[in-house]
């Protein structure tokens, strides 16, 4: 049984920085793309940022981009995001999601992802 896990969400001001986590577990991830996307009240799903477990190659959101970074630990099964200089309207829901190889959307497409975490809440306060 795949489960996703997150974890480290917080409070912090606007400016700072905040790393959140995903545990992985339940099977092998190699080859699967792993992602972040964060959700606000009364807003859809955005896509934060991507990982492909095995070459770690990467890809961002424009917001997110010299902002954002996702990384993995291969030997941890764990997936991280580091966000500084957040801003107020990055206050969500972020939730990390697991896509098997294979998928005909994008890999910023929520419909990529076949697992989800329960997702960790960030508020950055202004």
């Known amino acids: 049984q795949v489960q996703l896990v997150e974890s480290w969400g917080g409070l912090v001001q606007a400016a700072g920085s905040l790393r959140v986590s995903c545990a992985a577990s339940?099977?092998?991830?190699?080859?699967?793309?792993m992602a972040w996307f964060c959700q606000s009240p009364g807003n859809d799903r955005s896509f934060v940022a991507t990982?492909?477990?095995?070459?770690?190659?990467?890809y961002n959101s424009d917001s997110a981009k010299g902002r954002f970074t996702i990384s993995r630990d291969n030997a941890k099964n764990m997936v991280y995001l580091q966000m500084t200089t957040l801003k107020p309207e990055e206050t969500a829901v972020y939730y990390c999601?697991?896509?098997?190889?294979?998928?005909?959307?994008?890999?910023?497409?929520?419909?990529?992802?076949?697992?989800w975490g329960q997702g960790t809440q960030v508020t950055v306060s202004s």
């Open positions: 339940g099977r092998t991830f190699t080859n699967f793309d």
């Open positions: 990982i492909r477990w095995s070459s770690g190659s990467t």
């Open positions: 999601a697991a896509g098997s190889p294979g998928s005909v959307f994008s890999v910023s497409d929520y419909r990529r992802y076949d697992y």
